[in-house]
């Protein structure tokens, strides 16, 4: 089975430009997470979508970042202008609806912004 | 300037050793645990996954220990293997409205000699 697709799996880029992660959850789950890792954070929460409508947006850092669920099978975070303190691997994941089940993870985009 | 990053717990342990990796949790009405296991350059991976109606699970090689007296949960390898070594995080479901949200521990580094 397929599991989690992130594109791209790595992404350089100057400041200020717009950058943008992809995701193609399992397909049947209804829940889609994005997260940021780094040495100074660990695994932060960023958003979570469940079909496809943001539950809770409490961990976007701040207005330049943006998320987007247009279907179940695809959603897309992007960054716009990014700053190289947004330097991290992002990893999106998905569950099932039902409650009590673990999020499966795919294997990042490791992202450096110069 | 020198940067600060996250200390992770190391476990170092022989070939063929059992290994005790240990995690404490924030929540007292968290219900819902996992461990999950992250090697360089990929994803988080499920490992095992307890409710907190139990004390114990086992999979294979694996057994997760849950006391919630002291809110503490810990996962045991036997006869570790040189591919068990990895990060190992544990991660709490906090119940509730935040049914599907999970917070993530800091990790522990565990590396496996030959």
């Known amino acids: 089975d397929a599991g989690v697709i992130q594109s791209p799996r790595h992404e350089v880029t100057e400041m200020g430009q717009e950058v943008t992660l992809r995701c193609k959850p399992i397909?049947?789950?209804?829940?889609l997470f994005w997260y940021r890792q780094t040495m100074m954070r660990g695994l932060e929460l960023l958003i979570y979508?469940?079909?496809?409508?943001?539950?809770?947006d409490s961990g976007m850092p701040e207005d330049r970042f943006s998320a987007k669920m247009p279907n179940a099978s695809f959603s897309t975070l992007k960054i716009q202008p990014s700053e190289p303190r947004d330097s991290a691997v992002y990893f999106c994941?998905?569950?099932?609806?039902?409650?009590?089940?673990?999020?499966?993870f795919g294997d990042g985009t490791r992202l450096s912004i110069l | 300037g020198e940067s600060v990053g996250l200390h992770l717990p190391t476990l170092s342990v022989q070939e063929g050793d059992n290994s005790i990796i240990n995690c404490a949790y924030s929540?007292?009405?968290?219900?819902?645990f996992i461990w999950y296991k992250q090697e360089s350059g990929k994803g988080p991976q499920f490992i095992i996954d307890?409710?907190?109606?139990?004390d114990k699970r086992q999979g294979q090689r694996v057994t997760v220990l849950l006391n919630k007296t002291v809110k503490h949960l810990s996962l045991q390898i036997a006869a570790t293997q040189p591919g068990d070594s990895a990060v190992y995080f544990c991660?709490?479901?906090?119940?509730?409205?935040?049914?599907?949200?999970?917070?993530f521990g800091k990790g522990t580094l565990l590396t496996v000699n030959p």
């Open positions: 994941a998905s569950s099932p609806t039902v409650s009590n089940q673990p999020q499966h």
């Open positions: 397909s049947g789950h209804d829940y």
């Open positions: 979508f469940n079909n496809n409508v943001p539950i809770d």
């Open positions: 929540n007292s009405a968290s219900d819902y």
């Open positions: 307890i409710r907190s109606n139990m």
């Open positions: 991660a709490e479901n906090m119940g509730g409205g935040s049914n599907y949200k999970l917070t």
